[in-house]
């Protein structure tokens, strides 16, 4: 498929458990990031990556980590899932006129 | 720091109205504006993109103003449907780490 496509689209994971939401592109896009979405919040920046091996932090990384390998996968890992990451995380990425696009959306849920 | 502006949060209309939702920003150095369209539930769904150097952008029933001096935009919908009742958001940018910043958007309900 062409575009964003991000899996699992929905999870339910246990407090404590390593769980990894996975992001691919098939554009080349250089730049890609990711996202959560929570009621009260809108949308807060998770990390950003400008190419391979070139990542950073954004507004909310804590519990978070990321790695980009290739440049069409940019896995995110919560190393310890917490139930303040229940949220639905979108990953995205910016084509060579600067216009932002979405993945479909991961819903997770830490019980 | 760059911040992003929707008013109202949510807005009703009757349908075959036009929708007016404005956005505002604090920083006028931006590359581009961006308008997304968010259904419950979905991601976000690109409307349209102006770029820093054009006025205005148009996709059918919609149309999209830029003035950078002021730092607004304004998203027209022409004679709305039930079907534009979405949430509709504005990003600005990007960094030169190609960064957005985004609005929290606003609900809109085109009642039949």
């Known amino acids: 498929d062409a575009g964003i496509t991000q899996s699992p689209r929905y999870k339910i994971t246990e407090t404590g458990r390593q769980v990894t939401l996975m992001c691919h592109q098939t554009?080349?896009?250089?730049?890609m990031f990711w996202y959560r979405q929570d009621l009260g919040h809108g949308l807060r920046l998770i990390y950003y990556s400008a190419a391979a091996d070139i990542t950073d932090k954004g507004e909310v990384p804590d519990g978070y980590v990321v790695s980009r390998s290739k440049t069409e996968n940019f896995p995110l890992t919560l190393e310890s899932a917490t139930r303040s990451q229940t949220s639905v995380y979108f990953c995205?990425?910016?084509?060579?006129?600067?216009?932002?696009?979405f993945g479909p959306g991961t819903r997770l849920t830490v019980t | 720091k760059q911040e992003v502006t929707q008013i109202p949060a949510a807005l009703s209309v009757p349908e075959g109205e036009n929708l007016v939702l404005n956005c505002s920003f604090t920083?006028?150095?931006?590359?581009?504006l961006q308008w997304f369209r968010q259904d419950p539930g979905k991601g976000l769904t690109s409307l349209l993109l102006i770029q820093s150097s054009q006025r205005e952008q148009t996709s059918g029933r919609l149309n999209a103003s830029l003035d950078k001096s002021s730092g607004r935009s304004t998203l027209y919908i022409a004679a709305s449907q039930p079907g534009d009742s979405a949430t509709y958001l504005c990003a600005v940018g990007p960094d030169s780490w190609g960064k957005l910043q985004f609005g929290a958007g606003t609900q809109v309900v085109v009642t039949p």
């Open positions: 995205a990425s910016i084509g060579t006129s600067y216009e932002q696009y």
């Open positions: 920083d006028s150095a931006i590359y581009n």
């Open positions: 554009w080349s896009h250089s730049y």
